[in-house]
């Protein structure tokens, strides 16, 4: 598959249909983040099966739905559901949202995923406001022909997670009754959780929370040079940091208790992202 830049625009063609105006902010919704999408208002719903050139979500806790409308008085379009390398996607196929997003001329990228938390001193509910990423699998979403139009072939990775934005989310979080920390978020292909052997390796090399999304969509981000902010939330503690087995219930579980706080941050960010020099 060519992925040129008029692959993308057929999908934004196809959006532009149904919305009159440009969305400022893009927000991706992690596994189980999906209740923020209740709180926009004005919502313009479309499906991701009926977007030509996008893809689908196989996850349950993932609805597959592009939600356009207002959050704190700013335009958004939300993802309800991402797309995983573990549903069979390649890597070359995660770029497609944010490619979309940044072609319908969104200024800045929120990204939100669940994540086991490494760091001993993080517990389930805390949020981590994600300073850097760990990626050891090789693989990249931007392999293969470079479209110019996007970015370069060659390109700095050093802050693509947007300082500024990052400092926004830290104060945001005060006030919200959510701890907040700063920290490494480190990617495993999944569908199996890790291993216990893999949480102590990632803690040796740095890491302090580890997922299964986020990175090629960041990448994506910081390829064409969009400000990147991105929220994990502590779902559990992850593997072997507690003497008792991973489950997905507990990570629905802790993303329920603490969805309508989450909620009420990200919309909080969302309000004063003018408030950044981008
Ligand atoms: N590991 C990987 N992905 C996750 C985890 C985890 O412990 N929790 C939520 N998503």
Redesign the pocket.
Known sequence: MAYTLEYFQKSVDYICRFVPYTPEVAIVLG?CLGPFADTIEDPIVIDYKDIPNFLVSTVESHAGKLIFGTVAGKKVVCMSGRFHSYEGYDFEQLVIPVRVFKLLGAKVTILT????AVNTAYRPGDIMVVSDHIKLTGASPLRGPNVEEFGPRFFDVTRMYTPALRRLALECAEDTGLKAHEGVYMF?T?PQ??TPAEIRAARILGADA???STVTEALTAAHCGMPLLCLSVM??M??GVLDEP?CNGE?EATAKMIEDKFSGYVAKIVGRIGEVAL
């Not at 995923?113 to 086991?116: E, I, L, T, Y």
């Open positions: 596994s995923n669940a994540a086991g495993f999944g959780f890790e580890v997922g299964m779902t559990n992850a593997a991973l990570v």
